[in-house]
């Protein structure tokens, strides 16, 4: 498996579901302040230019072809300037209600700005080593070509069939290419467990965990399909990661779990299985001891039936809103 497969399994979760859809023209001077509390907003570029002014953050100017990604849930503005000149306007991308009625505000005339924005939530777990290694706001420049480009603005300026699920896909797409090229990049600060993909001890290890995590790995199983000895594995792998290598895939594990724990059609014991448990009592006890509730108590609170009283739990997005905008630069 290449290193990327790693990186992959956190972002299998990020999907676009349904989506917000119009071309706003605004006047300068304007500023539009993003406040849904959303975990993770990508907004691309697609005519002219802007300034993101993230919460306690540098201001980062975007060109036709720029792709932004703020990590929330902090407010974040759009603006015609790095100082914004005027009161911003709240837009607020979950609710077609309150787009629409933005769109009516502030409409005026031909832009020559167009943003489009996909604001993702958080619903899985397996994503939540990724959401904690990205900075508040990262700029992924000429990311977009002008063939996808138009592509975007197409789908955004013409009402046709499947609209809505092309534009969801489009941006997923863009979202996984957009975090891969910026972890790659040399502006970027990956987390350990991804600088650790490239070690030629520690990344084959990585990868066996992520490709069969049901496994009975031990520590002697790892080395031995890494070449090395125990003890240079664990030492290696620690130094890297941070951890051993069972902590890790007790981790792991974990994260798989609270997932699958979501579906209630998935009973405890399959889920114990797919994740290298032989018993419910034996997944029952790690969970709690990882996560400080048990399965079924996981369960319930992913339905809303107790009080989230446990761990926040947050993970891998998906977007349940996606607004198109269009600004005079």
């Not at 859809?21 to 993003?34: D, I, K, N, Q, Y």
């Not at 079924?296 to 039936?305: D, I, N, P, T, Y």
């Amino acid at each position: 498996m290449k290193p990327v497969d790693v990186l992959g399994d956190l972002l299998r979760g990020v999907r676009s579901n349904g989506a917000v859809l119009g071309e706003t023209m605004l006047s300068a001077p304007w500023s539009l302040r993003f406040a849904d509390g959303a975990d993770l907003t990508l907004c691309v570029l697609t005519r002219g230019s802007g300034w993101l002014v993230p919460t306690g953050g540098e201001p980062r100017q975007l060109r036709t072809g720029d792709i932004a990604v703020v990590r929330g849930p902090e407010p974040f503005l759009f603006a015609d300037g790095p100082a914004p000149r005027v009161t911003p306007t709240d837009v607020r991308c979950l609710d077609p209600a309150a787009c629409d009625a933005v769109r009516s505000e502030i409409c005026a005339g031909d832009g020559a700005t167009v943003l489009a924005v996909g604001v993702y939530r958080n619903d899985q777990d397996t994503g939540r080593r990724l959401l904690g290694a990205l900075p508040p706001a990262l700029v992924v420049p000429g990311t977009c070509d002008d063939s996808l480009l138009r592509l975007i603005s197409a789908e955004i300026t013409e009402d046709r069939a499947g609209q809505t699920v092309v534009l969801d896909r489009l941006l997923d797409w863009l979202l996984v290419c957009t975090l891969r090229a910026w972890f790659d990049g040399p502006d970027a600060a990956p987390p350990a467990w991804y600088r650790a993909l490239a070690d030629p001890v520690v990344g084959p290890a990585l990868r066996a965990m992520h490709e069969d995590p049901a496994r009975p790995w031990t520590t002697a199983a790892l080395a031995a399909h890494t070449a090395v000895s125990r003890a240079a594995l664990g030492k290696r792998f620690t130094a890297l990661v941070g951890e051993p290598p069972l902590t890790y895939l007790t981790s792991w594990r974990m994260a798989l779990a609270a997932e699958l724990l979501t579906d209630g059609e998935v009973t405890l014991a399959a889920v114990a299985r797919r994740v290298g448990y032989a018993s419910e009592f034996a997944f029952s006890a790690a969970f709690k001891r990882v996560r400080g509730v048990s399965p079924s108590q996981h369960r319930r609170l992913g339905r809303g039936v107790e009080p989230t009283a446990s761990p926040a739990i947050s993970g891998a997005a998906r977007a349940p809103g996606l607004v198109a905008l269009g600004a005079s630069g």
